[in-house]
């Protein structure tokens, strides 16, 4: 069984399973007012890594991963647009799994949206009040965070230090400045909901607590998400399960920072470059590779020059399965079904069952392709198809494909798929007809997918 680092109890820890052979897993998705950044693409590529390893090993895995669809970004996207909450929240959901399918991030098991399950929220929200656990101030509905036992164990520091380290806001009703929104009383202009104590929408740190334990049940195995998220969103998701004496997540685990140009780089700090800008000049699995590359915890720094080394991986990948293409795996590949080198596939596995050793695993895997390479140049079939195989069976378990066909399209007429996806993602559709008809001219069958434009012969 794989074993990852707690957050709550800061080790490394077997992920005990409530219910033999099937994975129950949380990871918080976005909020969706603007372009996925790359901080994004990196939590979905380390958790997709992990889910695809648990398959692999022949585990079930329910993935839930919600979709914020309301808040104040969305809100405040929404009016200096003069369009509605739900088409900013729309638009940038598609963008936002366009970019995923381009990654190859499997789509979660169930995507709740925050807006479907503003009753479960109220009902909780009513619970903790009648519990006297949560107060009404003048702007919505907070929960008493002195009332939690064990508040602070995610943050993993005392309560003394973050109080002092809490923002105190001005004129605040707040019994401590930890306390936080549960619910927020409507304003004029914004979306609404009714409740019992008054028409309103839900906090953000509510939704992902009523929709986990509706979604997966108490006790579920793990939560996940970046680090960024450990203090306050998910400290606070705990908070509200605890003081209701619901038995939450058993396991917590957060990704590193990315960082681009030596910074943090995080919601809060707008020094981004978006995911799909990277998606648009690199091959998408480059950026899974570099993720790969460092260890989940570790902080990434991504630039143009780590992403473009990660392209020459992919290239000695991409060539190993030119050379040999029968050795390709059949997607997902699954560990039982895998016929390789059964020594690589035990040290494959003890690296990714201690924390996801994946830059170690990964060196394994480059060693394996260097040995297919080189048996084929001695004339040792045999051994070469056994090390191949191998090779691209367990890069296939991190989700990393590889590709035996070059692609026969030319650069032109890729960025002329650009400019029309550019052109769509504008609602633009003048410009986009006019450049599809320019692709068929030249003779391209253009096919609308759900990661943009592509070309066929
Ligand atoms: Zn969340």
């Known amino acids: 069984m794989v074993s990852l680092h707690d957050t709550a109890t800061g080790t490394i820890r077997p992920l005990a399973l409530r219910d033999p052979g099937k994975v129950a897993m949380y990871v918080c998705g976005p909020t969706v007012y603007d372009l996925p950044h790359l901080g994004h693409g990196r939590f979905t590529l380390v958790f997709d890594v992990l889910r695809r390893y648990l398959l692999f090993t022949g585990l079930g895995v329910t993935y839930v991963s919600n979709i914020t669809d309301i808040d104040d970004n ?134 992902c607590v009523v929709m986990s334990l509706a979604l997966l049940g108490e006790g579920f195995d793990l939560h996940g998400g970046g680090l960024d998220l450990k203090f306050p969103h998910h400290e606070n998701e705990r908070a509200q399960a605890v003081a209701l004496g619901k038995d939450f997540a058993h396991h917590w685990a957060h990704n590193g920072w990315v960082m681009v140009g030596g910074e943090k780089m995080s919601k809060s700090l707008n020094n981004f470059t978006s ?24 902080p990434i ?43 690589a596939i035990a040290g494959f596995r003890t690296l990714m069952d201690d924390d996801l050793q994946t ?57 002329l798929a650009r400019q029309r996806d550019e052109a769509r993602a504008n609602k633009d559709f003048a410009t986009s007809d006019a450049l599809r008809d320019q692709l068929q001219a030249l003779g391209w069958t253009v096919e609308d997918t759900p990661s943009g434009t592509e070309l066929r012969r």
């Open 359 to 415: 830059p170690q695993a990964l060196a394994l895997i480059f060693d394996l392709i260097s040995a297919a390479n080189t048996a084929l140049d001695e004339g040792r079939g045999e051994d070469a198809q056994q090390a191949a195989s191998t090779a691209l069976g367990l890069a296939g378990a991190m989700g990393l494909e590889a590709k035996s066909e070059e692609s026969d399209i030319d650069e032109g007429a890729l960025v």
């Open 74 to 207: 969305i809100i405040a996207k929404a009016q200096r647009e003069g369009r509605s909450e739900e088409e900013v929240a729309h638009e940038f959901e598609e963008r936002w799994w366009e970019a995923m399918d381009a990654l190859g991030v499997l789509r979660p098991t169930a995507i709740p949206h925050a807006t479907e399950f503003v009753d479960a929220m109220v009902e909780m929200i009513s619970e903790l009040l009648e519990k006297d656990l949560a107060y009404r101030t003048s702007d919505g509905v907070y929960l008493d965070t002195a009332k939690v036992n064990g508040y602070g164990l995610l943050a993993g520091q005392p309560l003394e230090s973050l109080r002092a380290g809490a923002r105190v806001e001005g004129n605040d009703e707040k019994h401590t400045p930890l306390d936080f929104a549960l619910w927020k009383n409507a304003k004029p202009g914004e979306p609404t909901w009714p409740a019992p104590f008054g028409e309103g929408r839900p906090g953000w740190h509510t939704e």
């Open 275 to 298: 995911l799909t800008d990277l998606l648009d000049q690199a091959d998408p699995r480059a950026y899974r590779l570099l993720v790969l590359r460092s260890h989940y915890r570790a």
């Open 301 to 343: 720094e991504v630039t143009p020059d780590t992403i473009d080394d990660a392209q020459r991986g992919l290239a000695r990948l991409d060539s190993l399965a030119r050379r040999f293409p029968q050795a390709l795996p059949t997607m997902p590949p699954v560990v039982h079904e895998l016929d390789g080198d059964a020594d």
